[in-house]
């Protein structure tokens, strides 16, 4: 067990999902998974492990937001000696050509977090994914026909903000989407050495408000769950 996860040694495959919402997680695991246990209750962070297409993989709840994600990534490969993380999940697009449901590989991740600011002294790291990953969900993604979008994504603190023209600078420099975990999880895997990717689905379009229903919501997410499960190592 280690402190959030109550899971014993063994219990945890070695490529996890993280997924921000934990009833996502079950959701997904009862879904798409085969002989599957859950391994943690912890604060209803759920975690199960099961069998995709023969496959041992694992998916866990983190909550939102960077430093949640930090202590379950943490835990994962620490305690549970975990080598690659895939987050699952959802951003708002900031660019007009990218539409609700599609999907963003995130080939990097900006973000206004201070916790890469304190750990490199002021310095900005770049957090980047596992190219082998990144290669695969994306030769896995167009072999299916998905709307894809390769590119930089913003990792932010704030989910509610008051400042005007917040994502003007992204904008023009191309930061495909907004979500809340992916520079940590990059962050945190290059620290550790094991292998990281976030894939997002957009769930809404901050610049024009819009956003997707429950149901298309659903279908897009479930795709993306499959593609994880995929191009993931056993
Ligand atoms: N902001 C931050 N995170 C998000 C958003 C958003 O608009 N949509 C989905 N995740």
Known sequence: MSIHIGAEPGEI?????????PLRARHTARTLLENVSCYNEVRGMYGYTGFYNGKRVSIQGTGMGIPTT???VHELVHSYDVECIVRVGTCGSIQGHIGLGEIILA???????NMNRRYFDGQDYAPLPDFGLLIRAYEQVKSENLNVHTGGIFSSDTFYDDVEHRWEKWIKHGVLGVEMETSVLYTLAARYGIKALSILTVSDNIITGKSSSAKEREQSYMDMMRLAFEIVPE
């Open 13 to 21: 495959a070695k490529s996890v999902l993280i997924s921000g919402d």
């Open 70 to 72: 930090a202590i379950y």
């Open 107 to 113: 080939l990097g991740a900006s973000s206004d977090t």
